[in-house]
Nanobody, 123 residues
Framework: QVQLVESGGGQVPAGGSLRLSCTAS????????MGWFRQAPGEERVFVAA????????YYADSAKGRFIISRDNAKNTGYLEMNSLKPEDSATYYC????????????????WGQGTQVTVDS
């Protein structure tokens, strides 16, 4: 049974930083591109960042460029999303997911999902 467990969310002031983790079990992480999405209340789940299987390439939504860093440690079966210079509009539930292609940008293209971790940024 595949499980993805996110952690590292919390409440921080604007300008603060958080590092989210996504630990996989029941699956070999290196076999999949990994993505991070976020969903605010009443809004759709949207793409944040993605990383290739071997971490050879990374992709970011415009809202994340220059502030967020996606990475992975396949030996630990864990992926990460480092978030810096956080803004109130970054507040959302953040989800990690394993996809079919690193170019995937919509939730339907991702096969496995975590349960999410809440990020709240105070103004």
């Amino acid at each position: 049974q595949v499980q993805l467990v996110e952690s590292g969310g919390g409440q921080v002031p604007a300008g603060g930083s958080l590092r989210l983790s996504c630990t996989a079990s029941g699956v070999t992480l290196s076999g999949y591109p990994m993505g991070w999405f976020r969903q605010a209340p009443g809004e759709e789940r949207v793409f944040v960042a993605a990383i290739a299987r071997g971490a050879t390439s990374t992709y970011y939504a415009d809202s994340a460029k220059g502030r967020f860093i996606i990475s992975r440690d396949n030996a630990k079966n864990t992926g990460y999303l480092e978030m810096n210079s956080l803004k109130p509009e970054d507040s959302a539930t953040y989800y990690c997911a394993l996809g079919r292609t690193v170019m995937a940008r919509i939730p339907a293209d991702y096969r496995y999902w975590g349960q999410g971790t809440q990020v709240t940024v105070d103004s």
